[in-house]
């Protein structure tokens, strides 16, 4: 079995029925997995040629893609259930607040931001997302699930 799908069964009763958006979604591996769950899934990325490159004729129903840049997301405020970053921290550390900020935006009020992180170079960046998602007294609304393969945030937005 493959990480990733370890990490969706896993997920599976937080994502279930929910709509959830996807930054930085890469080859959409995390998509394409999760939308085995979700109700709707939106991967966003600033650009889709790694996905393009796959070249997937059978895309779920509920999955859709669009180029955007996850710091300055097109989309309305209270969006989504779930606003989800799958191994990308590394290629947003240059904008990390500014794409948390956004990534709060966009999150219904009760509804999660999810960093998964299964890569090291990641890992060195969970610390300074653990440290500004409970800026604001928060801590209680923040989960950190270490795993031998992965590391979870989950936040709560209130």
């Known amino acids: 079995m493959k990480i990733i799908e370890r990490i969706s069964g896993e997920l599976k ?17 995390f998509s394409l997995e999760i ?24 895309i779920p129903s509920n999955l859709t893609f669009e180029e955007m840049n996850a710091a300055d997301l097109n989309l309305p405020d209270d ?8 191994n ?19 999150v219904r009020k009760g509804g999660y931001i999810l960093f998964v992180v299964t890569w ?14 409970t800026a604001k007294g928060e801590e209680e609304y923040l989960k950190i699930v270490k795993k031998d393969y992965a590391i979870h945030i989950f936040h709560q937005v209130r």
Do not use: P, W
């Open 13 to 29: 009763n937080i994502v279930e029925d929910k709509s959830i958006l996807e930054i930085a979604c890469g080859d959409s591996d």
């Open 35 to 58: 939308s085995k769950y979700a109700s709707s899934v939106l991967a966003t990325d600033i650009s889709l040629k790694r996905f393009l490159k796959r070249g997937l004729k059978d």
């Open 79 to 86: 969006r989504f259930d779930i606003v989800a970053c799958y």
């Open 88 to 106: 990308a921290l590394a290629h947003l550390e240059e904008d990390l607040d500014d794409v948390l900020q956004e990534m709060v935006r966009v």
């Open 120 to 133: 090291k170079m990641e890992k060195r960046l969970i610390q300074r997302v653990a440290e500004s998602l």
